[in-house]
């Protein structure tokens, strides 16, 4: 089995940052991608970037392009969201994902592993 818990999210005012944290366990983490996703209330859940094994190759939506940088630290079994900018619409829950592969896609078809989410609300 494979856990994931997030942490880092809170409230904070439009134009500001915060850094999310999902660490993982049960597997090998550096040989899977990773991604961020996230669920308004009363939307579907979307995709917000994703993170090769290596790190690599990133992916990003295009409503968090040049705002948001995700990483990882395979010795740490940990992954990242740093979120700059902040803007009200940003506010929702985010999921950290593991794939099932080691190459990062958008689709949360690849990710069978999910965290439990942490709240982001930005304030305008």
């Known amino acids: 089995q494979v856990q994931l818990v997030e942490s880092g999210g809170g409230l904070v005012q439009a134009g500001g940052s915060l850094r999310l944290s999902c660490a993982a366990s049960g597997r090998t ?3 899977y991608a990773m991604g961020w996703f996230r669920q308004a209330p009363g939307k579907a859940r979307e995709f917000v970037s994703a993170i090769s094994w ?4 990133t992916l990003y939506a295009d409503s968090v392009k040049g705002r948001f940088t995700i990483s990882r630290d395979n010795d740490k079994s940990t992954l990242y969201l740093q979120m700059n900018s902040l803007k009200p619409e940003d506010t929702a829950v985010y999921y950290c994902a593991a794939a099932g592969q080691s190459l990062a896609f958008y689709s949360s078809t690849y990710y ?3 965290g439990q989410g942490t709240q982001v609300t930005v304030s305008s």
């Not at 290596?54 to 190759?57: D, I, K, L, M, N």
């Open 29 to 31: 983490f550096s040989n």
């Open 54 to 57: 290596s790190g690599a190759r």
């Open 112 to 114: 069978p592993y999910w």
